[in-house]
């Protein structure tokens, strides 16, 4: 059984600052790739940026330069640093993460979610 557990939302006012935390637990052989979705009232999901187990990253668009993804192998967590937000920020952001439980195939984790708001 794996379970993956968000924190660090919150709400924030424009210009501000928020960390993301998401951290795996149970069985885990290995964790590839891990990153960060979310999903805004009234829209699709989207992906904000995602972090391979090497350390290679990328961002939407609307994040780039603005977010940064980190992650800390040894405690199989990931973080999501948001500088400088926006209203349009606002939304459930989800973690996820490509987990390998007993060396076989791979499959997707997400967390439960986290709010994140940002007011104008």
């Known amino acids: 059984q794996v379970q993956l557990e968000e924190s660090g939302g919150g709400l924030v006012q424009a210009g501000g600052s928020l960390r993301l935390s998401c951290a795996a637990s149970g069985t885990i052989f290995s964790i590839k790739d891990m990153g960060w979705y979310r999903q805004a009232p009234g829209k699709q999901r989207e992906l904000v940026a995602r972090?391979?187990?090497?350390?290679?990253?990328n961002y939407a668009d609307p994040v780039k330069g603005r977010f940064t993804i980190s992650r800390d192998n040894a405690k199989n967590t990931v973080f999501l640093q948001m500088n400088s937000l926006k209203p349009e920020d606002t939304a459930v952001y989800y973690c996820?993460?490509?987990?390998?439980?007993?060396?076989?195939?791979?499959?997707?984790?997400w967390g439960q979610g986290t709010q994140v708001t940002v007011s104008s």
């Open positions: 996820i993460a490509d987990i390998t439980p007993r060396n076989t195939r791979t499959y997707d984790y």
């Open positions: 972090i391979t187990s090497g350390g290679s990253s």
